[in-house]
């Protein structure tokens, strides 16, 4: 957050190159009535909100997810970002490719599935986001944005496939670390995730998928913490974007 806050000062990024970016007209934004309308001080505010929309995405809350399952004392081991031996056997291969194209044309349901064993040895390395033991099984997760496209969904379906005919019992879940549709996960409805993953056996989202990493209450506990933190650094932070404020 302070990078950004650093980048959209004033002193550093003036409002003509801010508007450009904005309203560029090589890219079909240009809006000369909403440029002659908007204060400049707003423009800068919206620019940096959705900077940090995109920052604060995969990466931070996998970072946050690691941190949370480590301090829960639930898991024996806790893994980020790493890497697997999963099975590369063609016969799994066929069936893992024909499963998918039947899921996306609706032949089959995306869950359960009765994975073939492997017929050779043949391996290759998959990374997962976050890995989670607690002595009897091992949790892959893959922590994704709420509203994927297709391609990311099917990619990630395909991971878990290779994953569990590989550990076959082991537990993958798709992680969203909020609901973008409201608290209650029945009012999720973004069609490419419903098509690939079964909502109830394999997607965590919001306070479901915090409180399974870190415990019960962990998902309100958090956003606490961004609260207080927005409390104690909001006025500064608008402050510096609007009058160039250099926080001492």
Do not use: C
């Not at 400049?40 to 941190?67: C, D, H, N």
């Amino acid at each position: 957050m302070q990078g950004l806050v650093n980048k959209y000062d004033p002193k550093v990024i003036k409002d003509e190159v801010l508007e450009k970016a904005l309203f560029d007209p090589a890219k079909g934004n240009y809006k000369p009535f909403h440029m002659a309308l908007i204060p400049k001080e707003l423009l800068r505010i919206q620019s940096f909100f959705r900077s940090f929309s995109t920052s604060l995405g995969q990466g931070v809350f996998e970072y946050i997810a690691k941190i949370v399952a480590e301090d829960s004392r639930r898991w024996k081991e806790v893994k980020r970002n790493s890497k697997f031996k999963a099975t590369a056997s063609s016969n799994v291969e066929s069936f893992i490719d024909r499963f998918l194209e039947d899921v996306a044309l609706g032949r089959v349901k995306p869950y359960p599935v009765s994975l073939p064993k492997p017929k050779d040895d043949s391996t290759k390395e998959i990374v997962v986001d976050l890995y989670l033991y607690d002595g009897k099984t091992r949790y892959f997760i893959e922590i994704k944005s709420p509203k994927p496209n297709k391609d990311q969904t099917r990619r990630t379906k395909e991971k878990f496939l290779y994953l569990l005919a590989t550990y076959p019992d082991s537990k993958t879940y798709y992680g969203m670390p909020y609901n973008p549709y409201g608290e209650e996960k029945s009012k999720y409805r973004w069609s490419f995730t419903s098509m690939y993953f079964d909502l109830q056996n394999e997607v965590l989202i919001g306070s479901e998928f915090w409180d399974f990493i870190g415990g019960k209450g962990t998902y309100k506990e958090l956003l606490e913490l961004f609260r207080e933190f927005g409390e104690e650094k909001g006025k500064e932070i608008t402050g510096r974007l609007i009058r160039g404020y250099s926080g001492g």
